[in-house]
């Protein structure tokens, strides 16, 4: 028996329905991309495995049809991704124009992935016609924009004329849908490399949209990009199954604003509707007039609604807001090291309440520098810095056990971060005497569960990409061992 459906209505179009109760951790379906290929507005890449390439003319390109192959792809006998566009360049004698500065977005390989959309509605037109063309575009919507506009030009016009599509029956309106569907309905991936790509995936499209989502994909890109989709928690039977369009730690207006740009649509779920955004204060200010109330929008709904302090009179218009965090997001992305990251999270405290989603941004730039970067390597750091970084890990799990709880990547990744700081400060806590053995056991136990939990949603991604996932079974294996030996020993 399916574990869903698909049903339809005005408000949400097609969406996704469980057909029973769902456990977390059950697999719901897989699904294989449509098209891959480069995201819009990207640099100049490799058009066979997307690394970077040169954009002038002393980058390297195809022997055939001259557009962007790199160096190592130059010399495949058999080409995957790129083969098809590249007979089509060499037909129509479609040439790549170098450009004059290496260092802007190359504005020629945006007509790369609709090209193949549509190269693939030619050899598979029973898919394109039941899983691709019930998509939504939002051409209402989008219809002369200046984006529309530009892509009228950049793309519509370079595949009819330069690139000959009208001679085999490609017509104007079927390009601007697939634009459409592309920019609505796609999803980052990343390469085996790390290379950001797009993939037009059908399934999971329909399914939908909440910052609160109750599934999560793993994307394998050493099995031709196919996603794996399981839920993340308990979802009752009859209810709908979502997934996230927008990064869950932004801000609601950040979210709001995502989405609306590129997804044509408000969000209107629990999180997005409450001003504290679930109780976390992920978006509160904290008051300057009375000090100790927190400021929040009046309506998260409405962008220009006025943001009250729910402790003093004091309301600020919506606008200020937005100039104030511009101008803190500014400052902090000026540097990310460890020294200015602590310093400015001491000095906003006084203007943003500590769950905010830019001191989130810093505390998790903190976890990812607190044991990987030099100078600050797991196995060097101090006492302090380790007590820190659990700290860290502890706070950041707490806001993605509302966000994203469950069985979530993101918390499994966090997880992973946090067991070894927690092994590692109690065996120092243990040999300065401060941790009995009894003590030192309970947490080497405490690392032990969450690593496995960790290892459980981890094993769920592709290893050629998640590194951690190995990492997790070979730090299970040791932390066994170790708490074997530290029963078996009285002296360690």
Request: glycine fraction near 4%; charge should be negative.
């Amino acid at each position: 028996m399916d574990s869903f459906e698909i049903q339809k209505n005005s408000e949400f179009g097609r969406y996704l329905i469980a057909t029973r109760d769902l456990q977390p951790g059950e697999y719901l379906f897989e699904d294989t991309p449509f098209a891959i290929g480069p995201k819009a507005r990207t640099s100049c890449c490799c058009l066979e495995c997307y690394c970077p390439v040169l954009g002038t003319a002393s980058g390297s390109r195809c022997e055939k049809c001259s557009w962007p192959l790199c160096a190592d792809c130059s010399k495949l006998t058999k080409l995957t991704a790129h083969k098809r566009e590249c007979e089509v360049f060499q037909a129509a004698k479609c040439k790549f124009y170098n450009l004059p500065d290496p260092n802007v977005s190359c504005i020629q390989l945006d007509c790369i992935t609709p090209l193949r959309v549509l190269l693939e509605r030619e050899a598979d037109m029973d898919r394109w016609n039941i899983e691709v063309y019930p998509m939504e575009d939002h051409r209402d919507k989008r219809f002369e924009t200046d984006a529309w506009d530009a892509d009228q030009q950049n793309i519509v016009g370079y595949l009819l004329g330069p690139c000959k599509l009208k001679d085999r029956g490609i017509t104007e309106e079927i390009i601007q849908k697939v634009i459409g569907i592309l920019e609505v309905n796609t999803f980052e991936a990343k390469t085996i490399k790390g290379y950001s790509i797009r993939c037009l995936y059908t399934k999971l499209a329909i399914s939908s949209h909440s910052c609160i989502p109750n599934t999560t994909h793993a994307i394998h890109p050493s099995d031709n990009y196919k996603m794996h989709v399981r839920a993340t928690t308990v979802i009752p039977k009859g209810s709908q199954l979502y997934s996230c369009y927008t990064y869950t730690l932004n801000g609601t207006m950040d979210r709001q604003q995502h989405l609306m740009e590129g997804k044509y649509f408000q969000c209107h779920c629990e999180r997005c509707s409450d001003p504290t955004e679930l109780r976390t204060h992920f978006s509160s200010m904290k008051c300057r007039d009375c000090l100790y109330g927190d400021v929040d929008s009046s309506n998260p709904l409405d962008a220009e609604a006025i943001w009250k302090c729910n402790k003093c009179p004091m309301e600020i218009p919506a606008e200020s807001i937005r100039e104030s965090l511009k101008a803190l997001q500014n400052e902090i992305e000026c540097t990310n090291s460890v020294e200015f990251l602590e310093f400015s999270l001491e000095e906003y405290e006084g203007i943003l309440h500590p769950n905010h989603y830019i001191m989130i941004s810093m505390k998790s730039a903190l976890i990812d520098s607190y044991g990987h970067m030099k100078s600050y390597l797991l196995a060097e750091l101090p006492d302090i810095l380790l007590h820190r970084k659990i700290e860290l890990c502890e706070e950041l799990l707490s806001i993605l056990d509302i966000f994203e709880k469950g069985m979530s990547r993101a918390r499994a990744l966090m997880m992973y971060e946090l067991h070894a700081p927690i092994v590692l400060y109690a065996r120092s806590q243990y040999d300065i005497g401060h941790l009995t053995k009894l003590e030192y056991l309970e947490q080497l136990e405490k690392a032990r569960r969450i690593l496995n939990e960790s290892r459980e949603i981890l094993e769920w991604e592709d290893e050629n990409v998640c590194t951690a996932k190995a990492f997790s079974l070979k730090s299970l294996k040791y932390l066994d061992s170790l708490i074997v030996n530290v029963k078996n020993c009285e002296e360690l």
